[in-house]
């Protein structure tokens, strides 16, 4: 069994495992809470995304105790559209104490390339250099864009030590290690996904966050700030050379606002770490190609997000 089928076996097996074990020991006097939320994301960036989301809260292990009185299993799928990209998501939340989380899930879609406004926009395609420029090589749903990945969260709420409307300060953490292939590049192609750098290889990635967040009973019911770190596990010859080790980080500023009880919407701002390539290699059109400078990041404008969401039930 290849590295591939081996991956997606045992992603599959436990997000099966998880899901029988938690519908077994459930509770039967509590019942199994759905939810299905439509969701639109634009930007400030040419880029938009739509998602349907399915959820199921399932009871499981619950106690008497603040810490285990809602322990529980989440179960979400989604659908996500964009102008060049469509995705399934499955992803399975363990929640056996208030505080801490286990998160197994996948992903796998597909997508195509458009021209917009005289410019090509890559779903989907590997990267090859041709001579001092690159092709990208890739049409509409030639190939899987797919993922599986493992994580856990810590969180904490203020209000759980001195409770009142008004002491909701929250602290959360993810962290994930994940593995993102495309099928049709061999080892060591990099390949875009939804119009990014384009410098993605199959193999391990880490990704993780930090969410400093104050949240309120009124119409703007959270204020907070997000930290993202991702860092690509897989190894490349000289792969210092063009930073491609170095750790990618974005700061976000981000706001909730509850619209009515069924709409709410979210605004980021956002700033990213690009890497600094010396003044010679900088306009290099293949990225390998690059060489990073003795001050290697610098930080610099994103984008503006919002994030509109819709309980349909």
């Known amino acids: 069994m290849n590295s591939f089928k081996k991956i997606l076996f045992f992603s599959l097996l436990s997000f099966l495992s998880t899901t029988l074990v938690s519908i077994v020991f459930a509770d039967e006097t509590e019942k199994i809470r759905m939810g299905t939320d439509l969701s639109l994301t634009v930007s400030s960036r040419p880029e938009a995304k739509s998602t349907l989301s399915q959820s199921f809260v399932i009871p499981f292990l619950q106690g008497q105790s603040q810490l285990s009185a809602d322990n529980n299993v989440t179960a979400v799928l ?3 559209f964009s102008p060049i990209s469509i995705n399934g998501v499955a992803e399975i939340t363990w929640t056996p104490i208030a505080f801490f989380q286990l998160v197994t899930g996948g992903r796998i879609g597909s997508g195509w390339n458009i021209n917009l406004f005289g410019g090509d926009i890559y779903g989907i395609g590997i990267v090859r250099k041709n001579g001092r420029g690159v ?3 890739g049409d509409g749903f030639d190939g899987l864009l797919w ?8 969180q904490f709420d203020f209000a759980a030590v001195f409770p009142g409307d008004w002491n909701h300060v929250v602290f959360r953490t993810y962290h994930e290690i994940n593995y993102a292939g495309y099928s049709v590049a061999k080892d060591g192609e990099p390949w875009y996904f939804e119009n990014d750098d384009g410098e993605n290889m199959n193999g391990w990635n880490y990704y993780g966050n930090y969410l400093l967040g104050y949240q309120t009973p009124i119409f703007l019911n959270m204020v907070g700030f997000l930290v993202e770190t991702g ?3 897989y190894t490349t010859a000289n792969r210092e050379t063009w930073g491609d080790e170095l750790s990618r980080w ?3 500023l981000l706001f909730n606002f509850t619209v009515t009880k069924r709409i709410s919407i979210a605004a980021l701002a956002q700033l990213w770490t690009r890497r600094t390539f010396t003044t010679e290699t900088e306009n290099n059109a293949f990225y390998q190609d690059r060489v990073v400078s003795a001050e290697p990041i610098h930080l610099e404008f994103y984008r503006i997000a919002v994030i509109a969401t819709f309980k349909l039930r």
């Not at 993922?147 to 810590?154: E, N, W």
């Open 78 to 80: 989604r659908v996500e």
């Open 135 to 137: 092709v990208v090589d």
């Open 147 to 154: 993922s599986t990945k493992a994580g856990a969260v810590l």
């Open 231 to 233: 860092n690509y596990l």
């Open 250 to 252: 974005t700061f976000s």
